[in-house]
């Protein structure tokens, strides 16, 4: 994807997130949550020359869904694009400390992914507001490298 399109879809998700009582609707605001910083992550990356800009979006680690020339998509194995979640695929290229420092805090909530939307894990405050808290760093990073990026 290309970072207009990455920002875009962070805007469309926070309006979605902003509407979510984060508790109560815990899964949708988490996903929204998680998907909106790998958005940023991703346009970070693209931004600093550690991955490209392409009309290629991921559908698993190396795989990538482009166009198929008669109006459709059709799968093929690429290097290092988007990344589906930090880590998937790994980033060889040197990251700079500041999308370090994004990746890094959305690890932190890909750190409840599993325990509390697949494994039972009760979301309380303290999960919702370490969340948050990592989500805005990201968010407030992405700013300063792109502040056309703020919503």
């Known amino acids: 994807m290309n970072i207009a399109s990455h920002l875009e879809k962070i805007r469309r998700l926070q309006s979605l997130r902003g509407r979510l009582q984060p508790l109560e609707d815990f899964e949708l605001w988490f996903w929204s949550t998680m998907t909106a910083g790998t958005h940023a992550v991703n346009a970070a990356l693209h931004d600093a020359g550690v991955t490209p800009q392409e009309s ?3 559908s698993q680690p190396g795989v990538y869904l ?3 020339g008669a109006g459709g998509h059709a799968p093929a194995l690429r290097a290092a694009g988007d990344v589906l979640h930090v880590g998937r695929p790994p980033i060889a290229a040197p990251v700079p400390r500041d999308v370090q ?5 959305m690890e932190i909530i890909e750190s409840y992914r599993d325990p509390c939307v697949r494994d039972g894990l009760v979301p309380t405050p303290e999960i919702v507001d370490r969340c948050d808290t990592a989500y ?4 407030d990073a992405l700013e300063r490298r792109l502040p056309e990026s703020a919503a």
């Open 136 to 139: 805005r760093r990201c968010m």
């Open 66 to 68: 482009v166009d198929d």
């Open 101 to 105: 420092d994004m990746m890094d805090a």
């Open 56 to 58: 290629a979006f991921p």
